[in-house]
């Protein structure tokens, strides 16, 4: 199962990745938040140094981008493939109001047709290039029931991975993901599926997997079969068998090589940003300790002073990292009130120490973190 850190506004900044992955790693693909495509073919300073191949040296770095016209997404596909990057990421998911109405983001979605029109331009111009195209979509924009007309459209291209997070525009973060429509957006797909939504400790990782991740990946080059995660009905001897015969009529496998019905990848978002070493868990790894957190957020607080300008970014920042890193500690309700209410930086840290010396990093599943 491959495991992928969401791409998040403000905060998967390069900084933090570096920081990320060199204090705890677990995660194959880091996504950038996305950057904003603008029609005279330009992007920001800010995200040119999110691409920089300096700036993603060591990790696995996928790009995400924002555009509503396939000659912007175009040209950026181009100038990142150029660069050296091996997948370019569509966001149809933003929220923001900003962004959806431009009909950007999750915006897009309110005019499938427009929707397929735009890909079916995008797919004929990159020819075989296309297949480093990801896409990041919700299930719809005002209903869930969109995402039947949606699934259709994403069948017809030749996708790289379709990451779903099943949430409609108007709930942004809050609520339960739709698992019923995820579930058979997972069937209808035609390409690799990636599960984002409310993946916050191991439990809920394996939970995941428990229901979707049972999945094997055939190379279809030398017919070798690589099992991640077999149950107990398909033990590893049958393989060769299920190879040879039976493959087809057991699991419908895509044009991808994948099962169609189960999931190739979970993509963590909040949750990891609260106990960054989910993933670390995830492949095996330990859960932080008080100590290795509080390195990390000392390094956090360094690299935000020693890059951002203004002591009050730095400030902010970090009252933001708080707010989903403090979910990863026991009984830190009046704590953090003090964290995120403190007027200067001094304060901060004191308010800081309080948390860390009378709160421990909790054993069991976290809280669910909403958004800052
Ligand atoms: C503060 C914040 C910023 C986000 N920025 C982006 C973004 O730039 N691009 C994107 O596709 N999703 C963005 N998201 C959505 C996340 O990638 C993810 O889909 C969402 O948080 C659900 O996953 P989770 O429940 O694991 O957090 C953002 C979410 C939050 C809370």
Aim: aromatic residues 12%; charged residues 25%.
């Amino acid at each position: 199962m491959n495991i992928y850190y969401a791409p998040m506004e403000g905060i998967t900044t390069y900084l933090y990745r570096q920081l990320h992955n060199e204090y705890f790693g677990g995660v194959d693909k880091y996504f950038t938040p996305f950057i904003s495509v603008f029609p005279d073919h330009y992007i920001k300073k800010r995200d040119e140094r999110e691409i920089d191949p300096a700036n993603n040296l060591g990790m696995k770095t996928v790009p995400q981008v924002l555009a509503n016209s396939s000659k912007e997404l175009i040209w950026i596909f181009k100038k990142l493939t150029a660069m050296g990057y091996d997948e370019v990421n569509l966001n149809l998911g933003c929220p923001s109001g900003t962004v959806t109405a431009k009909g950007r983001g999750s915006g897009f979605l309110k005019d499938p047709a427009e929707l397929d029109r735009f890909f079916e331009e995008v797919f004929d111009s990159l020819g075989d290039d296309a297949k480093m195209l990801s896409v990041k979509t919700r299930i719809g924009y005002l209903d869930a029931s969109e995402m039947e007309h949606l699934s259709e459209i994403y069948a017809k291209y030749p996708i790289k991975e379709l990451t779903i997070h099943p949430r409609i525009r108007k709930q942004f973060y809050k609520g339960v993901p739709d698992m019923a429509v995820f579930e058979k957006a997972l069937v209808a797909s035609s390409c690799p599926v990636c599960y984002n939504g409310n993946v916050f400790t191991l439990e809920d990782y394996k939970d995941i997997c428990r229901r979707y991740g049972d999945h094997i990946d055939i190379n279809t080059n030398d017919n070798h079969f690589d099992v991640n995660l077999l149950n107990s009905n398909n033990k590893k001897d049958n393989l060769n068998d299920l190879k040879s015969n039976d493959i087809d009529g057991i699991y419908h496998i895509n044009k991808s090589g994948c099962v169609d019905n189960k999931i190739s990848s979970v993509m963590l978002g909040r949750g990891i940003v609260a106990d960054p070493s989910l993933g670390r868990q995830i492949k095996g790894g330990a859960k932080m300790d008080k100590a290795e957190f509080r390195e990390f957020r000392r390094a956090l607080e360094n690299m935000y002073k020693e890059h951002l300008k203004d002591s009050h970014n730095v400030h902010n920042k970090m009252k933001e990292m708080w707010f989903y890193m403090s979910q990863s500690f026991e009984g830190t309700d009046k704590y953090i009130k003090n964290i995120l209410k403190s007027k200067s930086f001094s304060e901060y840290q004191a308010a800081v120490n309080t948390l860390e010396g009378n709160c421990e990093i909790k054993s069991g599943p976290n809280a669910t973190p909403v958004s800052f």
